[in-house]
């Protein structure tokens, strides 16, 4: 069975922090995804990435960057927080032609 | 440019009814069609998905039926249960998966 792990279930950080946000999967997926969940938004795609060292803009990528160092994982990253980024943050993975599989989610609050 | 319109926002069913949830979508490049199911505190799973060559896949009390011409697709769940209350997500894709905004569904016991 595929999991897909985010580090932190809840975090609280304050505004003008840089703030990482870390997932693993054990799968050897190539794909993974970063998006945030809002009421009434919806799942809206920050960024994601088909390949170690790859990276590419989904939707709403202002404000937040990326690592994939090692296929396994990849880091979201929030520069300098702002309250406008608090939300739940869900990771993903998947294979070509394959459904995504998601973490549980980060739930984040910037103070 | 909102290329999924999903329908209801939200939807409350008697136990033992029919729930359906819409999907319409603008793409016709879209080559793959899941619905998927939230539950407080967790992330979205794949619940049932489908392929455009074919109108319809039943799983259960769940089925998706397709029509191509309308682009659209929808997700009946037969039956409602109390553990059937979620948030549901059409997701159709081609390279790059595009979500619904949601339905929250509740079944009354």
């Known amino acids: 069975d595929v999991k897909v792990t985010q580090s932190s279930r809840y975090l609280v950080k304050r505004t003008g922090e840089k703030v990482f946000l870390e997932c693993v999967q054990d799968m050897d997926h190539e794909n993974m995804f970063w998006y945030r969940q809002d009421p009434g938004l919806g799942l809206r795609l920050i960024y994601f990435s088909y390949d170690v060292k790859m990276k590419e803009k989904g939707d709403i990528p202002e404000g937040y960057s990326v690592s994939r160092e090692k296929k396994e994982r990849f880091s979201l990253i929030l520069e300098s927080a702002s309250t406008n980024q608090t939300s739940m943050y869900l990771c993903?993975?998947?294979?070509?032609?394959?459904?995504?599989?998601f973490g549980d989610g980060t739930r984040l609050s910037i103070l | 440019q909102q290329q999924v319109k999903q329908s209801p926002q939200s939807l409350i069913v008697q136990k033992g009814g029919i729930s359906i949830i819409n999907c319409a979508y603008e793409?016709?490049?879209?080559?793959?069609f899941p619905w998927y199911q939230q539950f407080p505190g967790k992330g979205p799973a794949l619940l049932i998905a489908i392929r455009p060559d074919v109108s319809e896949k039943k799983e259960g009390r769940f089925t998706i039926s397709f029509n191509k011409s309308a682009k659209q697709f929808s997700l009946h769940i037969m039956d409602s249960q109390p553990g059937d209350s979620a948030t549901y997500f059409c997701a159709p894709r081609d390279d790059k998966i595009i979500f619904g905004k949601g339905t929250r569904l509740h079944i009354l016991p």
């Open positions: 993903a993975s998947k294979d070509s032609n394959q459904p995504q599989h």
């Open positions: 793409n016709t490049a879209f080559d793959y």
